[in-house]
């Protein structure tokens, strides 16, 4: 461009068609020389990097990754026998320990504290719900034996698997302060022998509560109408219901669900002798610590309801019979198909009842000297 | 201490009433006056005694149903409690350093465990039908419960001395050993003992009449 | 105040065990139970390297932060030790452990564990040091004798290093120096080759021992 205006220009001037060559050539040039940098310039880095030797990617790079097992598990192997004994870093250790520290931990402790508190202010608000219409005196049977003792099974489990479990979640912060961690240590190995002894106990009792409780417990239209009126919870405000009402078939559901999760995830961690990795435990620890807490908490308003919480609600599980004006006021629709059946008022005569639930044969009885008598 | 105390004197002195008071009662059931047959015997009592010690162990026709319940869960309790008391590997330790000198093979630890659960169920269901069942609650006596509740509780503390790393986990237990040995003989934890004398008696009283039952 | 470190250096470890074999002597540790192990990648393929590991006695070690029953505890030395008498054999420890450190004598089912071992770095345990009780609980207390742990001592090659982490990583650092900018992944030929050494001026010497 340095002889650009010595040249007489005249660009108006029609004597010349198109680009003298002298100028097309030097044109082209500049193209060439301006492609060459566009291609040469992004390798300028990478041969800087090989001349100056400053930057080799670290040749240990590759063992680190398969050491983490960056890209799935390693080419690994030792002569130590064990259970992932060649797995160099374990994958999952850290992000388990931070569930349990900074999930499980406080999350369940405000949960099961916030269903207390909540439980406390219900009690001061509404207090006991009392039987409004009094107690009748007619009595209508309400679980079997089989039902209550099976009831009464899963719950003395289910209360010891939770004060146990709460020991060792919770000891560290709330019971090594009181007892010492010696003291704390005894407490601590006896819940934990006597959790890992008692629970898979707890499987077969919620299988055997599946069973007995399952019948009446499927959703309907009635209990949508029953939670839209707070199950009655309020003073005033009745909500009509079956033989078991919403919240008891939640209950129900809750359960069959965490039963099925805890008792599973609980088998696995208490039964390390079919090779399982850390990974699956860490993941049955979640499970299982995770349910537990809020199955706990869901608890505590079950035990509520069905002791202090509620006047008449207990005898259906301690003797099987409740109250009719309980049961009008609570599961009405059932009083209905109740008298309609003639079962209300019975007396709870003990060999009918054994008749009842235990299909007995007694015809043997009456007449002293037979076979059965024998026996 | 405490444990030197409870598996010191306290030991002695329960194992002493258990024994005395077992043989005591045994003795006072031997001779207790028995009305004298005057009929000719149709057969000997001997094999009736026997056989009735054997098939007084299953459900009679007729009960089957009924005591399914009982039949299953009581054996879930019994054979599990004998398992644990007779092969459990703490227990043959201590019957061969403080009892007889000398020891059997323990059952693996899985079958303690194992026999454990069954007996922890069994007892649970057992106890808890007797109070659920009107019948069963009303021919239970306070000795029927107390027998119940101390037997699950000597299981319990056993359970939780499981780690065997705590003195005072194990005294807790052998206390509450004591106090069953202690209770045994004076209550009807003595069916241990009895129930063979008193199948023996029927079946022999029975053997002699030439029924068989 | 020292704090105290293991350092394999995976081009000299030659998967000896014996590392593996002397920790075992030294502490009469129980069969299944494996302080320390030797951890080959890629055996036998091109790039085949090993590792010797055992606990890395962390600063915030996982171990004590998931313990129900907080039975571990840490050294002014920076050992990460802990009380079998406060151990109720859980596995948490094990599950938190990034190197499978924690070892339980016993795998059986009911959650039987027995209580955890695991390497001590040869610093015993609670109470008194090498009292019969420690050592039949722990092992040897080799640093109340003012010795090293037994593992970085018989470590033929001096691929595992183990002491003060100053001096650990001193050692480390001048190895690295004349193996090259490369450092890592360059192989026995370079690991051990006479001359780079004498080019790098550190023929023959530690660098903890020239202090």
Same mark, same amino acid.
């Given at each position: 461009?340095?002889?650009?205006?010595?040249?007489?220009?005249?660009?108006?001037?029609?004597?010349?068609?198109?680009?003298?060559?002298?100028?097309?050539?030097?044109?082209?040039?500049?193209?060439?020389?301006?492609?060459?940098?566009?291609?040469?310039?992004?390798?300028?880095?990478?041969?800087?990097?090989?001349?100056?030797?400053?930057?080799?990617?670290?040749?240990?790079?590759?063992?680190?990754?398969?050491?983490?097992?960056?890209?799935?598990?390693?080419?690994?192997?030792?002569?130590?026998?064990?259970?992932?004994?060649?797995?160099?870093?374990?994958?999952?250790?850290?992000?388990?320990?931070?569930?349990?520290?900074?999930?499980?931990? !406080?999350?369940?402790?405000?949960?099961?504290?916030?269903?207390?508190?909540?439980?406390?202010?219900?009690?001061?608000?509404?207090?006991?719900?009392?039987?409004?219409?009094?107690?009748?005196?007619?009595?209508?049977?309400?679980?079997?034996?089989?039902?209550?003792?099976?009831?009464?099974?899963?719950?003395?489990?289910?209360?010891?698997?939770?004060?146990?479990?709460?020991?060792?979640?919770?000891?560290?912060?709330?019971?090594? !302060?009181?007892?010492?961690?010696?003291?704390?240590?005894?407490?601590? $190995?006896?819940?934990?022998?006597?959790?890992?002894?008692?629970?898979?106990?707890?499987?077969?009792?919620?299988?055997?509560?599946?069973?007995?409780?399952?019948?009446?417990?499927?959703?309907?239209?009635?209990?949508?109408?029953?939670?839209?009126?707070?199950?009655?919870?309020?003073?005033?405000? !009745? $909500?009509?219901?079956?033989?078991?009402?919403?919240?008891?078939?939640?209950?129900?559901?809750?359960?069959?669900?965490?039963?099925?999760?805890?008792?599973?995830?609980?088998?696995?961690?208490?039964?390390?002798?079919?090779?399982?990795?850390?990974?699956?435990? $860490?993941?049955?620890?979640?499970?299982?610590?995770?349910?537990?807490?809020?199955?706990?908490?869901?608890?505590?308003?079950?035990?509520?309801?069905?002791?202090?919480?509620?006047?008449?609600?207990?005898?259906?599980?301690?003797?099987?019979?409740?109250?009719?004006?309980?049961?009008?006021?609570?599961?009405?629709?059932?009083?209905?198909?109740?008298?309609?059946?003639?079962?209300?008022?019975?007396?709870?005569?003990?060999?009918?009842?054994?008749?009842?639930?235990?299909?007995?044969?007694?015809?043997?009885?009456?007449?002293?000297?037979?076979?059965?008598?024998?026996? | 201490?405490?444990?030197?105390?409870?598996? %010191?004197?306290?030991?002695?002195?329960?194992?002493?009433?258990?024994?005395? %008071?077992?043989?005591? =009662?045994?003795?006072?059931?031997?001779?207790?006056?028995?009305?004298?047959?005057?009929?000719?015997?149709?057969?000997?009592?001997?094999? /009736?005694?026997?056989?009735?010690?054997?098939?007084?162990?299953? @459900?009679?026709?007729?009960?089957?149903?009924?005591?399914?319940?009982?039949?299953?869960?009581?054996?879930?309790?019994?054979?599990?409690?004998?398992?644990?008391?007779?092969?459990?590997?703490?227990?043959?330790?201590?019957?061969?350093?403080?009892?007889?000198?000398?020891?059997?093979?323990?059952?693996?630890?899985?079958?303690?465990?194992?026999?454990?659960?069954?007996?922890?169920? /069994?007892?649970?269901?057992?106890?808890? =039908?007797?109070?659920?069942?009107?019948?069963?609650?009303?021919?239970?006596?306070?000795?029927?419960?107390?027998?119940?509740?101390?037997?699950?509780?000597?299981?319990? @503390?056993?359970?939780?001395?499981?780690?065997?790393?705590?003195?005072?986990?194990?005294?807790?237990?052998?206390? @509450?050993?004591?106090?069953?040995?202690?209770?045994?003989?004076?209550?009807?934890?003595?069916?241990?003992? @009895?129930?063979?004398?008193?199948?023996?008696?029927?079946?022999?009283?029975?053997?002699?009449?030439?029924?068989?039952? | 105040?020292?704090?105290?470190?293991?350092?394999?250096?995976?081009?000299?470890?030659?998967?000896?065990?014996? #590392?593996?074999?002397?920790?075992?002597?030294?502490?009469?540790?129980?069969?299944?139970?494996?302080?320390?192990?030797?951890?080959?990648?890629?055996?036998?393929?091109?790039?085949?390297?090993?590792?010797?590991?055992?606990?890395?006695?962390?600063?915030?070690?996982?171990?004590?932060?998931?313990?129900?029953?907080?039975?571990?505890?840490?050294?002014?030395?920076?050992?990460?030790?802990?009380?079998?008498?406060?151990?109720? *054999? #859980?596995?948490?420890?094990?599950?938190?452990?990034?190197?499978?450190?924690?070892?339980?004598?016993?795998?059986?089912?009911?959650?039987?564990?027995?209580?955890?071992?695991?390497?001590?770095?040869?610093?015993?345990?609670?109470?008194?040091?090498?009292?019969?009780?420690?050592?039949?609980?722990?092992?040897?207390?080799?640093?109340?004798?003012?010795?090293?742990?037994?593992?970085?001592?018989? #470590?033929?090659?001096?691929?595992?290093?183990?002491?003060?982490? +100053?001096?650990?990583?001193?050692?480390?650092?001048?190895?690295?120096?004349?193996? *090259?900018?490369?450092?890592?992944?360059?192989?026995?030929?370079?690991?051990?080759?006479?001359?780079?050494?004498?080019?790098?001026?550190? +023929?023959?010497?530690?660098? *903890?021992?020239? +202090?």
């Amino acid at each position: 461009m340095t002889d650009h205006p010595s040249r007489p220009a005249i660009p108006s001037e029609p004597r010349q068609h198109g680009v003298p060559p002298r100028v097309r050539a030097r044109i082209t040039r500049y193209l060439l020389a301006l492609l060459a940098f566009v291609l040469i310039a992004p390798l300028v880095p990478y041969a800087a990097a090989y001349l100056g030797a400053g930057n080799v990617p670290n040749p240990g790079a590759g063992l680190w990754n398969e050491v983490r097992q960056r890209a799935g598990p390693a080419d690994a192997n030792t002569q130590a026998r064990g259970v992932e004994s060649a797995v160099l870093i374990n994958q999952v250790g850290e992000r388990w320990r931070q569930f349990r520290s900074e999930m499980l931990v !406080p999350v369940g402790a405000w949960l099961l504290l916030g269903t207390l508190g909540f439980l406390a202010l219900f009690w001061i608000l509404r207090g006991r719900i009392p039987l409004e219409g009094g107690r009748s005196g007619q009595l209508v049977p309400r679980f079997s034996v089989n039902q209550r003792v099976v009831h009464w099974f899963a719950a003395i489990l289910f209360v010891f698997l939770a004060v146990t479990g709460l020991v060792l979640l919770y000891g560290r912060f709330v019971l090594i !302060p009181i007892l010492g961690p010696e003291g704390f240590s005894a407490t601590a $190995a006896a819940c934990k022998e006597g959790h890992n002894l008692f629970g898979p106990i707890f499987p077969f009792a919620v299988l055997a509560m599946i069973v007995l409780f399952l019948r009446g417990n499927g959703f309907n239209q009635i209990d949508l109408k029953w939670f839209f009126r707070a199950g009655g919870l309020l003073k005033g405000h !009745p $909500a009509s219901s079956g033989y078991y009402n919403g919240g008891q078939k939640s209950w129900f559901w809750m359960v069959v669900l965490f039963g099925i999760a805890i008792s599973i995830s609980g088998l696995i961690l208490d039964f390390g002798v079919f090779g399982q990795g850390r990974e699956v435990m $860490a993941l049955a620890h979640v499970v299982h610590g995770g349910v537990a807490v809020v199955f706990i908490a869901a608890s505590l308003g079950h035990i509520y309801i069905g002791t202090v919480g509620m006047e008449g609600a207990f005898e259906s599980m301690s003797h099987g019979y409740v109250d009719a004006n309980w049961a009008r006021e609570h599961h009405d629709l059932w009083l209905a198909e109740m008298e309609a059946a003639g079962m209300v008022g019975v007396e709870p005569n003990a060999l009918e009842e054994v008749k009842r639930h235990d299909n007995i044969d007694f015809k043997g009885f009456g007449s002293p000297g037979t076979k059965a008598v024998q026996g | 201490m405490f444990l030197e105390f409870v598996e %010191g004197p306290l030991w002695y002195f329960s194992a002493v009433v258990f024994v005395v %008071g077992v043989l005591w =009662r045994l003795v006072d059931i031997w001779r207790q006056p028995s009305r004298t047959d005057l009929a000719v015997p149709r057969g000997s009592g001997v094999p /009736g005694a026997l056989r009735t010690i054997v098939t007084r162990s299953w @459900t009679a026709k007729g009960f089957s149903r009924g005591a399914t319940f009982h039949l299953v869960a009581g054996y879930m309790f019994h054979i599990g409690l004998f398992v644990l008391l007779i092969f459990a590997a703490p227990h043959v330790k201590f019957i061969e350093e403080r009892i007889l000198g000398f020891g059997w093979t323990p059952a693996p630890h899985w079958l303690f465990m194992v026999a454990s659960d069954l007996a922890f169920a /069994g007892i649970l269901l057992l106890w808890l =039908r007797r109070l659920m069942h009107p019948v069963m609650r009303k021919i239970s006596t306070f000795d029927d419960h107390a027998a119940a509740i101390l037997t699950f509780v000597v299981m319990l @503390t056993g359970c939780l001395a499981l780690l065997k790393s705590h003195d005072s986990l194990r005294a807790i237990h052998m206390l @509450t050993v004591c106090l069953l040995m202690v209770y045994f003989p004076f209550s009807r934890l003595m069916h241990a003992f @009895t129930f063979p004398v008193s199948r023996a008696y029927t079946g022999a009283a029975m053997g002699r009449k030439g029924v068989s039952a | 105040m020292a704090r105290m470190k293991f350092l394999c250096d995976t081009e000299r470890c030659i998967e000896c065990n014996g #590392c593996v074999t002397a920790c075992k002597n030294e502490h009469e540790v129980p069969w299944g139970i494996n302080r320390r192990r030797v951890v080959t990648i890629n055996d036998g393929e091109k790039g085949e390297r090993s590792l010797s590991v055992a606990c890395m006695h962390c600063s915030d070690a996982p171990c004590m932060a998931v313990c129900p029953v907080d039975c571990f505890f840490q050294t002014a030395d920076g050992v990460v030790l802990h009380d079998k008498d406060i151990c109720i *054999g #859980c596995g948490y420890c094990f599950y938190a452990c990034p190197f499978g450190a924690p070892q339980f004598p016993t795998g059986g089912v009911f959650g039987s564990r027995g209580k955890m071992d695991k390497c001590t770095f040869c610093a015993g345990g609670p109470g008194e040091a090498n009292s019969a009780e420690q050592v039949r609980k722990y092992g040897r207390n080799r640093l109340a004798e003012g010795k090293l742990p037994i593992c970085a001592e018989m #470590c033929a090659t001096k691929a595992l290093l183990a002491g003060d982490g +100053d001096v650990v990583a001193d050692i480390f650092r001048q190895r690295m120096a004349y193996r *090259g900018a490369a450092g890592l992944g360059t192989g026995w030929g370079v690991a051990y080759d006479k001359g780079l050494r004498k080019a790098s001026g550190l +023929d023959g010497k530690a660098a *903890g021992k020239e +202090d």
